[in-house]
């Protein structure tokens, strides 16, 4: 079983900066992808960034430019580095990995942007 911990959300206005984290633990040698999804009161969860290596990622389209997402496949971890926020990017950031058995998924770690 892959188990994973988010960390890094909080309070920030509009235009700050946040740095979400998350690290998988138990059996997570099998993870190919990692990713970040968001869900916001009343929406469906959406994928806002995923990654399988540097050279293989994506990028919702409403984030391209201020986000970055960055996965270590050794470590295990993965982070979105989240720049010029805005009202509309406040939701519960979900960490998600994947490998040939599954799909797992993080608590969730809230984001608001709020003045």
């Known amino acids: 079983q892959v188990r994973l911990a988010e960390s890094g959300g909080g309070l920030v206005q509009p235009g700050g900066s946040l740095r979400l984290s998350c690290e998988a633990t138990?059996?997570?040698?099998?993870?190919?992808?990692m990713s970040w999804y968001r869900q916001a009161p009343g929406k469906e969860r959406e994928l806002v960034a995923r990654t399988q290596g540097s050279a293989n990622t994506f990028y919702e389209d409403s984030v391209k430019g201020r986000f970055t997402i960055s996965g270590d496949f050794v470590k295990h971890t993965v982070t979105l580095q989240m720049n010029n926020l805005k009202f509309e990017d406040t939701s519960v950031y979900y960490c998600?990995?994947?490998?040939?058995?599954?799909?797992?998924w993080g608590q969730g770690t809230q984001v608001t942007v709020s003045s």
């Open positions: 138990g059996r997570r040698f099998g993870i190919y992808a």
């Open positions: 998600h990995a994947q490998d040939a058995n599954g799909h797992y």
